[in-house]
Structures are given as structure tokens and as C-alpha cells.
């Protein structure tokens, strides 16, 4: 009767050691997860800045252009007054 309370006992701490090793296990892989998570967010972030010089260098070419197109409208109406 003592042996199977003892081999009881036994499993239940098995079970345990079980669940604890299986607890482990998930926050291991959470970690990895995290790790993998927080690459994808900088590499995210690194392309982000790349796009908002980019921008910037756009925004100067279409000022650009803008300014441009203004010059060019200024010269038919000037035309159009000379006639």
C-alpha cells in the first residue's frame, strides 16, 4: 500500500517536472519569436527611414518641376499680352 502511494506520488511529480519542462519549452520560443519580431520591426523601420529620404529628394525634384511649370505658364501670358 506504501509502494503504490509512493509510485503515486511518483507520477504526480513526473506530470509536474512535465508541465514545467513544457513551460520552458513555450517561453523559449516565445523569446525566439520576440527576437524574430523585433528584426522585422527594425528592418521595418530602416526601409521607413530610406522612404523618407527618398521622399525628401522627391519633394525637391516636384518644387522643382512646380517652379518650372510656373516660369513656363508666365511666359504664354506673356505672349498672350503682347498680342
Known sequence: MEREKIR???EEEE???NR???DLRQL???KIRYHREIEFAEARIQKAK???IKNEKDQVG???RI???IQALEAVKRLLTQL
Open 67 to 69: 517652379e518650372a511649370q
Open 62 to 64: 516636384a518644387a522643382q
Open 8 to 10: 503515486l506520488q511518483i
Open 15 to 17: 506530470k509536474n517536472l
Open 20 to 22: 514545467l519542462e513544457n
Open 28 to 30: 523559449k520560443n516565445a
Open 50 to 52: 530610406e522612404n523618407i
